[in-house]
Each structure stands twice: as C-alpha cells, then as structure tokens.
C-alpha cells in the first residue's frame, strides 16, 4: 500500500496560499442604492405630513445632544452632523441648557457651547428641510452641505482635523462601508484630549475602535 507524501501536498499548495494573501481586500458590498436612498430622501420631503413622524428622531437627537451636558466644561467649536436628515441635531443644540444659576434661570445657549455646526445630508430637499427648521435667533452659525456620508473628505468645506465635534444620528445604518466612514470621521476630527464623536449605540461599535 502507498502512502502520499504530505510535504509534497504542502509544497503544491504553498505557492497558491501565498498567491491569495497577497491579492487586494475586495471593495464593501453594496447592500444599499445611494441614489434610491436619495431619492427616497427627497421623496419624503414632499408629504404633506412629514413632520408627523418625526417625533422618534427628535427624541434620538435630544437624548444624544443630551450626552454633551456630562462635559460641560469642554468648549466644542466646529461641529459636524453627518447625516443631518431635516436637521433634529441642530434643533437639539438651540434648545438650551436648562435651568440654572441663581434663582433657575433658563440658559438659552447653544449645548456644548458649539459655535459652528456643518450640516452634510446626501439630499438636497433635506438640506432645505433643515434651513427652514433653523431655530429663529439661535447664536448657532449653520453651514448646509450636500454630499455622500461614504465621500466625507471629498464633501465641500470638510478638511482633515477640522472639527471638535463629530455626531450622527439614525444615519450611518445605511452605509455600505461602516470602517470606511469611520476612518474618515477620525480624520476631520481634531485632534486633542477632548470628546470628538457621539454616535448612538449600536450592534458594531466595534468598529469605532
């Protein structure tokens, strides 16, 4: 009776083994249509009850917004909504801080004392959702950007280290490449001991590591 050679198997096989690890990662898997979800987007804009349904995003942004009161002794100047939606973050920093002070004196500052606050949505008519939702009087300086959640540092007015304060809500669910999205977030995000993004929990917060 025979016997192979297993070196011999694993010499044949070597050479291949070698040849598969050294080819390039495969690009993310396109489970998501960008343009149908734009289009979606711009589609919902146009009911006449939008505002209807609103109610479980605003309760999102307020409880998120919510986090910047526990470092109330930080300064967050340039602020960044990645996926603004119709702009539930911006009406969440206007709200104010509460009462405080002598005597309970309603603080009608903007949360996190935030100075800026870039707005970058891949719809055009939630862009304009958010303009006309700005709150009247806000001292909060809003800038509106249309560009692609997954093409951050290609989007208009985003550079490298240019933000303190990074935040996204009910938005990054639909990307196609979470890491990549990430990566690019710690990029624009300046850099320092400070708190730089807040994003709500969910299943793979592994990957903000």
């Known amino acids: 009776m025979t016997m192979l050679r297993p070196c011999r198997v694993r010499w044949a096989l070597g050479p291949i083994g070698r040849r598969s690890f050294a080819k390039k990662p495969a690009p993310p898997v396109q489970i998501f249509s ?9 589609a919902v804009c146009l009911h006449p009850d939008v505002a209807v349904f609103d109610y479980l995003r605003n309760e999102v942004a307020d409880r998120l917004v919510d986090r910047l ?3 109330q002794n930080r300064k967050y100047t340039v602020a960044l909504d990645l996926g603004c939606h119709s702009g539930h973050i911006q009406a969440s920093l206007c709200k104010g801080k509460g009462k405080g002070g002598e005597g309970g004196v309603e603080d009608e500052g903007v949360i996190g004392d935030v100075e800026e ?11 304009e959702r958010c303009k006309k939702e700005f709150p009247v009087g806000s001292p909060l300086r809003c800038h509106y950007v249309q560009g692609n959640e997954e093409e951050l540092l290609l989007t208009e007015g985003v550079a490298k280290g240019k933000f303190d304060l990074i935040m996204s ?9 979470l890491p990549g999205v990430l990566t690019q977030v710690r990029q624009v995000r300046e850099r320092g001991d400070r708190l730089r993004d807040i994003f709500p929990s969910f299943p793979f917060a ?3 590591k």
Request: hydrophobic share 35%; aromatic share 6%.
């Open 206 to 208: 592994r990957h903000r």
């Open 169 to 177: 809500s009910l938005s990054l669910h639909w990307v196609n490449d």
């Open 69 to 71: 009161l526990d470092t």
């Open 34 to 42: 960008a343009s149908k979800k734009v289009a979606q987007k711009d």
């Open 117 to 127: 606050l870039y707005n970058i949505d891949s719809s055009s008519g939630m862009l």
